[in-house]
């Protein structure tokens, strides 16, 4: 037989698990490439070598140029490339999952597509962030008001912890500049939460826009899982940024968003919540980086092998 041509796919076990990856890298006015199995970034300093199979999100950046090699190895390994505008603050595009399972997706699917699981999910969701609260008995209109007043006062108490001037959330998405420093950070850490939680989402193999609590979005299950953490990581570390004075916000920001999600184990954290709305209490957390094998629904419960002739077992 012909030798296949191009450079042998890694070998599943030759991969990090989606919790156990670096988060993310942002990339900018450079030339990406591969060299083995690891991605280089190249612009007039030098060049730098990336491990793929260790990376959650590469976030390309304006003036980015990738070549079909590395994208080759981003999909096989599993690692989400998202394409972002300038300072990393807007979404155009992402990549492939890493997971060879759909039973998460068909979770979630069920899940979102019947009204009282979709609101049970929904309850749990908030409940994860007021601890100690029952929120079992509240509805929807009741669980955002109480949310919103929540948000406001962490924004409250991080102006008055870092000595931050703060009105509102104000911000331009077509003018990332004319906000002021303090929205212009919370712009660049809610957009790297989201492309870190984006990483995780598809890399289990879920659906980005099947959300529970928002919908109508191509993302809204990523602002779904990134909401549960939004006030813990990105704004806290948004007015740090804003209260330092620096020059570049968005770039600073980042970097410090990265620190934070290293330090705080965040892919493990959100992996281990996705299980948690997704699956009965009582079935394990699997690893879903099973071998490729395509399976047909028989009518029922049962299923049957894929890439096979049945042919046989019916009379015409």
Same mark, same amino acid.
């Given at each position: 037989?012909?030798?296949?041509?191009?450079?042998?796919?890694?070998?599943?076990? &030759?991969?990090?698990?989606?919790?156990?990856?670096?988060?993310?890298?942002? $990339?900018?006015?450079?030339?990406?490439?591969?060299?083995?199995?690891?991605?280089?970034?190249?612009?007039?300093?030098?060049?730098?070598?990336?491990?793929?199979?260790s990376l959650g999100a590469l976030l390309l950046g304006p003036g980015t140029?990738?070549?079909?090699?590395?994208?080759?190895?981003?999909?096989?390994?599993?690692?989400?490339?998202? /394409?972002?505008?300038?300072?990393?603050? *807007?979404?155009?595009? !992402?990549?492939?999952?890493?997971?060879?399972?759909?039973? $998460?997706? +068909?979770? +979630?699917? &069920?899940?979102?597509?019947? @009204?009282? %699981?979709?609101?049970?999910?929904?309850?749990?969701?908030?409940?994860?962030?007021?601890?100690?609260?029952?929120?079992?008995?509240?509805?929807? +209109? +009741?669980?955002?008001?109480?949310?919103?007043?929540?948000?406001? *006062?962490?924004?409250?108490?991080?102006?008055? $912890?870092?000595?931050?001037? /703060?009105?509102?959330?104000?911000?331009?998405?077509?003018?990332?500049?004319?906000?002021d420093p303090i929205n212009q950070a919370l712009s660049a850490a809610t957009?790297?939460?989201?492309?870190?939680?984006?990483?995780?989402?598809?890399?289990?193999?879920?659906?980005?826009?099947?959300?529970?609590? !928002?919908?109508? !979005?191509?993302?809204?299950?990523?602002?779904?899982?990134?909401?549960?953490?939004?006030?813990?990581?990105?704004?806290?570390?948004?007015?740090?940024?804003?209260?330092?004075?620096?020059?570049?916000?968005?770039?600073?920001? *980042? @970097?410090?968003?990265?620190? @934070?999600?290293?330090?705080?184990?965040?892919?493990?954290?959100? %992996? @281990?919540?996705?299980? !948690?709305?997704?699956?009965?209490?009582?079935?394990? &957390?699997?690893?879903?980086?099973?071998?490729?094998?395509?399976?047909?629904?028989?009518?029922?419960?049962?299923?049957?092998?894929?890439?096979?002739? /049945?042919?046989?077992?019916?009379? /015409?």
């Amino acid at each position: 037989m012909a030798k296949i041509p191009g450079v042998r796919p890694p070998d599943l076990s &030759e991969l990090t698990r989606a919790q156990d990856r670096m988060t993310f890298l942002y $990339l900018e006015r450079c030339v990406i490439h591969r060299e083995s199995n690891a991605i280089t970034a190249t612009d007039e300093r030098g060049t730098i070598h990336i491990p793929a199979a260790s990376l959650g999100a590469l976030l390309l950046g304006p003036g980015t140029n990738v070549s079909h090699a590395a994208m080759t190895l981003l999909a096989e390994s599993g690692s989400t490339a998202v /394409w972002v505008g300038e300072r990393g603050v *807007r979404y155009y595009a !992402h990549g492939r999952s890493l997971a060879r399972s759909s039973r $998460l997706l +068909q979770a +979630q699917a &069920e899940l979102v597509t019947n @009204r009282s %699981s979709r609101l049970r999910v929904a309850r749990e969701m908030y409940a994860m962030r007021f601890p100690g609260e029952d929120t079992s008995g509240l509805t929807m +209109q +009741q669980l955002r008001g109480r949310e919103g007043a929540r948000v406001r *006062r962490t924004y409250r108490e991080q102006a008055a $912890l870092h000595g931050v001037a /703060w009105d509102k959330r104000r911000y331009d998405p077509d003018d990332f500049s004319s906000g002021d420093p303090i929205n212009q950070a919370l712009s660049a850490a809610t957009t790297s939460m989201y492309g870190v939680v984006h990483a995780v989402v598809v890399a289990l193999g879920c659906s980005p826009g099947l959300g529970f609590v !928002h919908t109508g !979005h191509v993302r809204s299950f990523v602002f779904d899982v990134a909401d549960l953490y939004k006030a813990e990581y990105a704004i806290p570390c948004a007015f740090e940024i804003a209260a330092a004075g620096y020059a570049d916000v968005a770039a600073e920001t *980042r @970097r410090a968003m990265r620190d @934070r999600f290293r330090d705080g184990r965040i892919l493990e954290r959100c %992996s @281990r919540d996705i299980h !948690h709305l997704l699956l009965p209490a009582d079935e394990p &957390e699997a690893d879903d980086l099973g071998p490729d094998v395509v399976r047909l629904w028989d009518g029922g419960s049962r299923t049957v092998a894929g890439g096979t002739s /049945w042919d046989g077992e019916v009379d /015409w």
